[in-house]
């Protein structure tokens, strides 16, 4: 359910995807489709990860009376987080963090530790990368951010840009390559007009979908959750968004 279709669930071979497109917003329309999908297929069981998509899965539980799981991917304790009777956090601070809450003394919580498998280097998409890099710029320390562009990642990412400018003005050269698939035109707008030719913004399919394998291009990477122990897997120095702060912290 969203604006447009993910590309990382359309381009899998594993199992079967149903899009419904609520980006001319019809609440009660999208929720009449889901409902009769999940009727016709009979579904047991709804598993949202992530609370807005709890949020459909609790009207649709309520409807047709099935099982609900949570998982909290990771990310910030938060003062208020929706209930579930079956919660599953990827990290060890979440888990515990809930743990102590009083409303969830009654929950199945569940420890699953986020892991990764080992990625291969995808070698042609490599050098494709490196000829859209000017000539000048290939030997220079090369920082990447991998991220949807969204509102929800822009002060991350515009930590890093600030990091890169301060380094570029300090005579440290270096460049920053941002790889995403753009939900927010507003923010790719902003970056453009700052005119650093030392800034790419790369929003191709060919390098958005597992932009992971090509991480091996760069020197130093700004992750959170699975990006960042992907890059760490490839030995990359580590930089991780901080709440409070203009740049990010060195890990």
């Known amino acids: 359910?969203?604006?447009?279709?993910?590309?990382?669930?359309?381009?899998?071979?594993?199992?079967?995807?149903?899009?419904?497109?609520?980006?001319?917003?019809?609440?009660?329309?999208?929720?009449?489709?889901?409902?009769?999908?999940?009727?016709?297929?009979?579904?047991?069981?709804?598993?949202?990860?992530?609370?807005?998509?709890?949020?459909?899965?609790?009207?649709l539980s309520n409807k047709i009376k099935c099982k609900l799981v949570l998982t909290k991917c990771g990310g910030a304790n938060l003062f208020y987080y929706p209930f579930c009777s079956n919660t599953i956090c990827y990290s060890l601070e979440n888990?515990?963090?809930?743990?102590?809450?009083?409303?969830?003394?009654?929950?199945q919580l569940y420890l699953i530790t986020n892991r990764i498998s080992e990625i291969p280097d995808d070698e042609i998409r490599i050098k494709k990368l490196n000829d859209l890099i000017k000539k000048e710029h290939h030997n220079l320390f090369k920082f990447l951010r991998i991220l949807r562009i969204s509102s929800y990642y822009e002060k991350s990412l515009m930590q890093l840009i600030d990091l890169v400018q301060k380094l570029n003005s300090l005579k440290v050269r270096c460049i920053l390559i941002i790889i995403g698939t753009i939900d927010d035109q507003r923010i790719v707008d902003n970056v453009k007009r700052m005119k650093l030719d030392y800034i790419y913004l790369i929003n191709e399919d060919l390098f958005t979908i597992n932009a992971k394998e090509v991480i091996n291009y760069v020197d130093g990477v700004l992750g959170t959750g699975r990006s960042f122990m992907e890059s760490a897997s490839k030995s990359k120095i580590l930089l991780s968004p901080i709440s409070q702060g203009q740049f990010p912290m060195l890990i």
């Open 1 to 59: 359910i969203g604006t447009q279709k993910s590309k990382a669930l359309i381009n899998q071979d594993f199992f079967n995807v149903t899009f419904f497109d609520s980006s001319n917003f019809s609440f009660f329309k999208v929720y009449r489709q889901v409902n009769l999908y999940c009727l016709h297929k009979k579904i047991d069981v709804i598993h949202s990860f992530d609370s807005l998509a709890f949020l459909w899965a609790r009207l």
């Open 95 to 107: 888990y515990k963090f809930l743990k102590n809450l009083k409303k969830y003394k009654e929950t």
